[in-house]
T-cell receptor, first 114, second 109 residues
Framework: KAGVTQTPRYLIKTRGQQVTLSCSPI?????VSWYQQTPGQGLQFLFE???????NKGNFPGRFSGRQFSNSRSEMNVSTLELGDSALYLC?????????????FGPGTRLTVT | GENVEQHPSTLSVQEGDSAVIKCTYS??????FPWYKQELGKGPQLIID?????GEKKDQRIAVTLNKTAKHFSLHITETQPEDSAVYFC????????FGKGTRLHILP
């Protein structure tokens, strides 16, 4: 079974630009979560999607948004990029119910903002 | 707010020795406790987990223990090998999942 895939793997953007990251979950997984990983803050939860609906949201500004499609694939968007948005963005997929937090991560997208 | 504290932040052990990583959580609603291993350039990989109705779980050289009363849980790796070198994260999940800040484990030859 194929794992979680994320595209692109690396991205360099300039301050003020916007970016869209993509995530394809494991086949059969309907829940997708996004995390920001930085050396200082560790893994910070961004949001969780299930059945095309945002089910949970972390403490990030409104510049961070996401969506999920009917095939469970998900995208996240960051608008008006800031230097502090440089990070590894991880997507994780899972089943639902009591296996909701048994998450399987993709390799991440490394975003560098200059 | 809810928090998961993980110690130590860095751990060096001789190959063949045991390694122990400890986590403490604050949310009483937490009922699922996964552990992840992250190697350089990769996403975190789920290596073992435990639910609140279980006190201990083993999988070959890896074991996890849970003390719900004290709100702490630990990862034990026995007979460490070079490939165990990585960053390990604990997490506590109930209504939401919160991760510890990670432990960088170095296995010394």
């Amino acid at each position: 079974k194929a794992g979680v895939t994320q595209t692109p793997r690396y991205l360099i953007k300039t301050r003020g630009q916007q970016v869209t990251l993509s995530c394809s979950p494991i086949s059969g997984h309907r829940s997708v979560s996004w995390y920001q990983q930085t050396p200082g803050q560790g893994l910070q939860f961004l949001f969780e999607y299930f059945s095309e609906t945002q089910r949970n949201k972390g403490n990030f500004p409104g510049r961070f948004s996401g969506r999920q499609f009917s095939n469970s694939r998900s995208e996240m968007n960051v608008s008006t990029l800031e230097l502090g948005d440089s990070a590894l963005y991880l997507c994780a997929s899972s089943l639902v119910g009591d296996r909701r937090y048994e998450q399987y991560f993709g390799p991440g997208t490394r975003l560098t903002v200059t | 707010g809810e928090n998961v504290e993980q110690h130590p932040s860095t751990l060096s052990v001789q190959e063949g020795d045991s390694a122990v990583i400890k986590c403490t959580y604050s949310d009483s609603a937490s009922n699922y406790f996964p552990w992840y291993k992250q190697e350089l350039g990769k996403g975190p990989q789920l290596i073992i987990d435990i639910r609140s109705n279980v006190g201990e779980k083993k999988d070959q050289r890896i074991a996890v223990t849970l003390n719900k009363t004290a709100k702490h849980f630990s990862l034990h790796i026995t007979e460490t090998q070079p490939e165990d070198s990585a960053v390990y994260f604990c997490a506590a999940a109930g209504d939401k999942i919160i991760f510890g800040k990670g432990t960088r484990l170095h296995i010394l030859p």
